[in-house]
């Protein structure tokens, strides 16, 4: 995910976000309010060693919701 796609789907992104992972508080959301550097910042800040799990997580959050990836489910 980068950070056009994490800004476009924020609203939806942070809801699923936190309940994964809940070590996110309402105020690390507002904070981050779609800016993925500050996502990441956050992340390492939870998380730590498991950020890379999480950026994992991030990563297949977004994929299906690609074009392309529709496109090879649907194959």
């Known amino acids: 995910m980068n ?40 992340a390492q800040e939870r998380y730590g060693d498991k950020k890379d799990d999480l950026m994992k997580w991030a990563d297949q959050w977004h994929q299906p919701s690609t074009p392309e990836a529709v496109e090879k489910q649907s194959r």
């Open 3 to 42: 950070a056009d796609q994490l800004k476009g789907k924020w609203m939806q992104f942070k809801g699923e976000l936190k309940e994964k992972y809940g070590k996110f508080t309402d105020d690390d959301l507002q904070q981050i309010e779609g800016n993925y550097d500050k996502f990441v910042g956050k």
